[in-house]
């Protein structure tokens, strides 16, 4: 289940490298897969995205990070696995009140103070400061960008046509 770890570096990376909070979480079936993907399983990377550069790009960089690992990538008649992947974006603005100083108000004070206990006189210089804090309306973008990566087991799916994912792992984020 590592080499899987590495797949969600390239989710990372996917995901804008200023977000400022990732999260990942990760599943896997421990009946299918009691010690993990064995060395030299095969693999067939697909995603239902439209043909794209990006969508070349980030399956080139699954298969290397697969080949690297001890894994090999093949056809769909011949592997053993099914590695699906797919990310989305969307965009939502929002308008926040944030809030912005104004101005500042000093007040001055000063005198005696006199003491009971030895009949003093004290003579005090204050000063206090009001900060005057107004809310503004600020529009802002907020980013929802999330990666997911499954894996099924080919056999089951050659033999019955059912989908059944055997592990699975989405790396995500919010932010502006």
């Given at each position: 289940?590592?080499?899987?770890?590495?797949?969600?570096?390239?989710?990372?990376?996917?995901?804008?490298?200023?977000?400022k909070r990732i999260n990942i979480d990760t599943y896997a079936d421990v009946d299918a897969l009691p010690n993990g993907f064995?060395?030299?399983?095969?693999?067939?990377?697909?995603s239902k995205k439209e043909r794209s550069f990006l969508l070349k790009e980030t399956t080139k960089k699954i298969a290397k990070m697969l080949k690297d690992k001890g894994y090999r990538v093949s056809d769909?008649?011949?592997?053993q696995y099914y590695l699906f992947f797919d990310?989305?974006?969307?965009s939502e603005k929002q308008t926040i009140r944030v809030p912005v100083t104004v101005g500042q108000t000093?007040?001055?004070?000063?005198?005696?103070a006199y003491g009971y206990l030895y009949d003093d006189s004290?003579?005090?210089n204050g000063q206090a400061v009001a900060t005057q804090t107004e809310y503004i309306p600020q529009e802002f973008t907020f980013f929802n960008k999330s990666m997911t990566f499954q894996v099924f087991n080919a056999g089951?799916?050659?033999?019955?046509?059912?989908?059944e994912c055997i592990w699975q792992s989405t790396a995500y984020n919010f932010d502006s």
């Amino acid at each position: 289940l590592k080499i899987f770890s590495l797949l969600m570096i390239s989710a990372l990376m996917f995901l804008a490298s200023c977000s400022k909070r990732i999260n990942i979480d990760t599943y896997a079936d421990v009946d299918a897969l009691p010690n993990g993907f064995e060395k030299k399983s095969t693999f067939f990377i697909f995603s239902k995205k439209e043909r794209s550069f990006l969508l070349k790009e980030t399956t080139k960089k699954i298969a290397k990070m697969l080949k690297d690992k001890g894994y090999r990538v093949s056809d769909k008649a011949t592997a053993q696995y099914y590695l699906f992947f797919d990310y989305d974006m969307q965009s939502e603005k929002q308008t926040i009140r944030v809030p912005v100083t104004v101005g500042q108000t000093s007040v001055s004070s000063s005198g005696n103070a006199y003491g009971y206990l030895y009949d003093d006189s004290v003579h005090y210089n204050g000063q206090a400061v009001a900060t005057q804090t107004e809310y503004i309306p600020q529009e802002f973008t907020f980013f929802n960008k999330s990666m997911t990566f499954q894996v099924f087991n080919a056999g089951l799916y050659k033999s019955t046509q059912k989908e059944e994912c055997i592990w699975q792992s989405t790396a995500y984020n919010f932010d502006s």
